[in-house]
């Protein structure tokens, strides 16, 4: 047995949520990388266009979502809440587990909820094409879609790691007109640098977010687009959150726990935020717990810092949870969730005490995908293991405890494009890897006085 709950279309919020509008303190400023003062506007125009940049500094708790995106959000959206029956037996729990599927987009993820509004605004900015970095691929896959659809070039530097291991995706990014180049690559200046230091480098997305704004600065016609971490991108996803909350009250519920995987922090904001907005306005509150790699394990482990965004610090200091723009994760299968950083707004949650957190292993969390998708019958992206791993774990937890509480998490995408990690996991290829107290010391040693 399998529950769906669907809205109708005109049942489709209206405006994203903005949880600056509701957080008890206001979050740090944004510095400039080379004076280290507030940054303004006019610093952030060689790479956005002004309506996201206006976005990125709203504390407005609502941003009306434009016509031309709600209607290429009718597409997938509203995105279906399933309640999960039959992984709720097998584990023997008196929890009930919902995850809000975000696979159903053309790209098979949660990101084109960013994409298709950041392709819009930029196209009636008048910008000409747009570049981008992508781990796994599947923001290059939503930005190169949703970059069709409006008439933009798209340029994606792809980690390297990721380009080798996911050429399929690299194959949809194609089909949809986009230039795929693995980072680092010789069409960059930094890249270069890179390769001639170490030819075999696998890459980071620090580094592809190194040769994307490079690029972007170059050209007024280019604008740079990011997949998560920044405010907008965030604000963007809140419309999963949003939608779900809707659809737990048809389901006559209410979540006691909400689960979502971090690596930049969009989907879980998406996820999350909603829900988190609403405690914080005196409405009921629900635990949430972020999931993230051991392998790059930010909010568990990483500093609480100023720091650049990118391996080359050409981008402005935001204070985040960081392992140092420096950082190189090992080429290991968590795909999007290898970044250096997390998103400023959910660190400040995290500073908050809004939320907790915990990390997993890959062979875990890929032990988790595979239970789900032997009973509930959808294979997971590697990102999204992680939130199966954790909402496992709470179910279990509420076995153990005899509690029947409601279990609600976000099932980022699906992986049919990324079939050689769950072939790896078969044969027993992947491996763990934690970090020592000296490799993080050592990640952390180049973070700027601030």
């Excluded at 996911?166 to 990014?173: E, G, L, N, Q």
Aim: aromatic content about 10%; proline content about 7%; hydrophobic content about 35%.
């Amino acid at each position: 047995m399998q529950t769906k709950f669907l809205l109708d279309e005109d049942q489709m919020p209206k405006a994203w949520y903005n949880i600056q509008a509701d957080f008890p303190r206001p979050m740090p400023p944004v510095l400039h990388p080379q004076t280290h003062q507030p940054v303004g506007p006019a610093d952030l125009e060689p790479l956005f266009p002004m309506a996201l940049i206006e976005q990125e500094v709203s504390t407005e708790r609502e941003v009306e979502i434009p016509e031309p995106v709600r209607d290429v959000y009718r597409q997938w959206r509203p995105a279906p809440l399933y309640r999960a029956h039959r992984l709720e037996k097998a584990l023997g729990t008196p929890a009930k587990i919902f995850y809000k599927y975000e696979g159903v987009s053309p790209a098979g993820s949660h990101k084109p909820n960013t994409a298709i509004a950041q392709a819009f605004y930029n196209q009636q900015a008048g910008t000409k094409r747009l570049t981008t970095e992508t781990g796994a691929g599947q923001w290059g896959t939503s930005l190169s879609y949703a970059g069709a659809l409006f008439g933009l070039d798209i340029n994606v530097f792809q980690v390297r790691v990721s380009y080798d291991q996911k050429p399929y995706r690299r194959a949809v990014m194609e089909t949809y007109g986009a230039h795929c180049l693995p980072s680092p690559s010789d069409q960059t200046e930094f890249g270069r640098k890179v390769l001639a230091e170490n030819p075999e480098h696998t890459g980071s997305l620090g580094i592809a977010i190194s040769e994307a704004v490079e690029l972007a600065v170059q050209d007024p016609d280019t604008k740079y687009a990011l997949g998560s971490v920044l405010n907008h991108v965030l604000l963007h996803q809140s419309i999963i959150g949003l939608e779900a909350m809707q659809q737990m009250e048809m389901a006559d519920s209410w979540p006691d726990v909400i689960v979502g995987c971090t690596g930049g922090g969009s989907n879980f904001a998406g996820i999350a935020f909603p829900f988190m907005g609403h405690a914080l306005r005196g409405g009921e509150r629900s635990r949430i717990v972020a999931v993230e790699p051991s392998a790059c394990p930010t909010l568990t482990r990483g500093k609480y810092a100023y720091d650049y965004g990118d391996t080359a610090q050409m981008t402005p200091l935001t204070k985040m949870h960081t392992l140092g723009s420096g950082f190189t994760p090992p080429g290991f299968h968590a795909g999007g969730l290898r970044y250096h950083g997390m998103a400023p707004l959910v660190s400040h949650a995290r500073e908050l005490d809004l939320f907790d957190a915990v990390s997993y292993t890959q062979r875990q969390c890929f032990e988790a995908g595979v239970f789900f998708a032997r009973h509930e019958g959808i294979v997971p992206a590697p990102e999204a293991n992680h939130a199966v791993k954790g909402a496992i774990d709470e179910a279990l937890r509420c076995k153990e405890e005899g509690k029947s509480e409601t279990i609600l998490f976000n099932l980022c995408g699906h992986g049919h494009f990324d079939m050689a990690a769950y072939t790896a996991y078969f044969s027993g290829e992947l491996s763990d890897h934690e970090y020592s107290e000296e490799e993080m010391a050592m990640a952390l040693s180049g973070l700027p006085s601030v």
